[in-house]
T-cell receptor
Framework: ETGVTQSPTHLIKTRGQQVTLRCSSQ?????VSWYQQALGQGPQFIFQ?????ENGRGNFPPRFSGLQFPNYSSELNVNALELDDSALYLC???WGRGRGEETQYFGPGTRLLVL | AQSVTQLDSQVPVFEEAPVELRCNYS??????LFWYVQYPNQGLQLLLK??????LVESINGFEAEFNKSQTSFHLRKPSVHISDTAEYFC???????????FGKGTKLTVNP
């Protein structure tokens, strides 16, 4: 059974640029959630995708967008990067029924630095 | 909205000492409670979770947590810690009716020899 994988592991961008982060969910999982973890903070929920549809969004501006593909892998896109977007971006997959009891399995994260 | 308070940002202890990591949550919504652990240079992984039934839940590596509804707490305890328990621990209940995890700020546990 393959776990959750993310790419790239590290990324450096400059302000105003755009970035795409990728996530492959664990085999058999149909739900992907994205979180942002700033230094010294707990992860903050960005959004979730269930069977290719957005299924909830946190307090993040529209320049944070995402996609889920038929194979349940996912992308997180961030436009017009700002310095405060520097963080560890975590992807988590689960077999989602939407009631909250499911365990989410996290990838190792992508560390983004915006200069 | 759900909020989570982890009262201690850092907890240093000696090996074989007991430890308690505290978590309080707002009573508004969630009926489920989770603890996740992040070992150095690794991703988050589930440590234990309370869904229903017995208020005391245990993990396979000796941690336990007790759901206390009246005090809205879900403190994590271990009677004797090992060096390998050094990690950051997050209390993370899902927001009611969803799989959106609401994380506390984390408690960094450092176990010294």
């Amino acid at each position: 059974e393959t776990g959750v994988t993310q790419s790239p592991t590290h990324l450096i961008k400059t302000r105003g640029q755009q970035v795409t982060l990728r996530c492959s969910s664990q085999s058999g999982h149909n739900t992907v959630s994205w979180y942002q973890q700033a230094l010294g903070q707990g992860p903050q929920f960005i959004f979730q995708y269930y069977r290719e549809e957005e299924n909830g969004r946190g307090n993040f501006p529209p320049r944070f967008s995402g996609l889920q593909f038929p194979n349940y892998s996912s992308e997180l896109n961030v436009n017009a990067l700002e310095l405060d977007d520097s963080a560890l971006y975590l992807c988590a997959s689960s077999w989602g029924r939407g009631r909250g009891e499911e365990t989410q399995y996290f990838g190792p994260g992508t560390r983004l630095l915006v200069l | 909205a759900q909020s989570v308070t982890q009262l201690d940002s850092q907890v240093p202890v000696f090996e074989e000492a007991p430890v308690e990591l505290r978590c309080n949550y707002s009573s508004s919504v969630s009926v489920y409670l989770f603890w996740y652990v992040q070992y150095p240079n690794q991703g988050l992984q589930l440590l234990l979770k309370y869904l229903s039934g017995s208020t005391l839940v245990e993990s396979i590596n000796g941690f336990e947590a007790e759901f206390n509804k009246s005090q809205t707490s879900f403190h994590l305890r271990k009677p004797s810690v090992h060096i390998s328990d050094t990690a950051e621990y997050f209390c993370a209940p899902p927001q009611g009716g969803s799989e959106k995890l609401v994380f506390g700020k984390g408690t960094k546990l450092t176990v010294n020899p």
